[in-house]
C-alpha cells in the first residue's frame, strides 16, 4: 500500500532539508499526538546509524514500530525504514531546487504485511485509503505549511 505527496514550499533547499531533519522537533510533534518516541543514536550525526523505537494506539490496540534512517543525502534526499506489528515499511523524502527560493518537497510512503495480523491491516487500510490518502497529503502540506512560516519568521 503506497502514499505520496508533493509540496512547493517558498523557502531554499537548505532550509527545507534543515526542517525535516530537525528530529527533536518531529519526536515533539509525535510525543503532542500521543506517540511514545525513543531516540537511538545521536541527532546531531544522523548519518551513523539513527534509529527510533515508537509505541503508539492504532485501532484500539498498542502498535510499535523500529524506525531507522537507511538513505541520508544532505540536502535532497532521507529514507527512513520500518518494522513491527506486522508491517514493513519505507519512507522517502526528496527535495528538488526549483528555484534558490522555492523547494518541491515529494514524500512517499510504502507499507507491506509481513504477517497474517499485517495483511488483515493493510486490507482494512486499503478500504479506507481514499480518506487515508487525503490525511496524509494534509499532514505533508501543514508540514510545508509550517516550515514556510518558520522561515518567513527567521528571516
Not at 90 to 113: C, D, G, H, K
Not at 115 to 140: C, E, M, P, Y
Request: with cysteine; aromatic share 6%; glycine share 8%.
Amino acid at each position: 500500500m503506497d502514499f505520496s505527496s508533493k509540496e512547493d514550499i517558498e523557502a531554499p533547499i537548505a532550509e527545507v532539508f534543515q526542517a525535516i531533519t530537525d528530529f527533536e522537533s518531529m519526536e515533539r510533534m509525535a510525543l503532542r499526538r500521543g506517540v511514545d518516541v525513543q531516540c537511538l543514536g545521536d541527532v546531531q550525526r544522523p548519518d551513523k546509524g539513527l534509529a527510533w523505537d515508537v509505541w503508539f494506539q492504532f485501532r484500539g490496540k498498542q502498535r510499535n514500530l523500529h524506525l531507522s534512517l537507511e538513505g541520508y543525502e544532505p540536502v535532497t534526499q532521507m529514507i527512513i525504514s520500518g518494522a513491527g506489528s506486522g508491517l514493513d515499511g519505507a519512507m522517502e523524502v526528496e527535495l528538488v531546487a526549483l528555484s534558490p527560493q522555492r523547494t518541491r518537497l515529494s514524500v512517499a510512503l510504502s507499507l507491506a504485511p509481513k504477517t497474517l495480523a499485517g495483511r488483515l491491516l493493510v486490507q482494512s487500510l486499503k478500504l479506507a485509503k481514499t480518506r487515508l490518502n487525503r490525511g496524509f497529503k494534509k499532514r505533508v502540506a501543514e508540514f510545508a505549511r509550517q516550515t514556510e512560516e518558520r522561515m518567513s519568521r527567521l528571516t
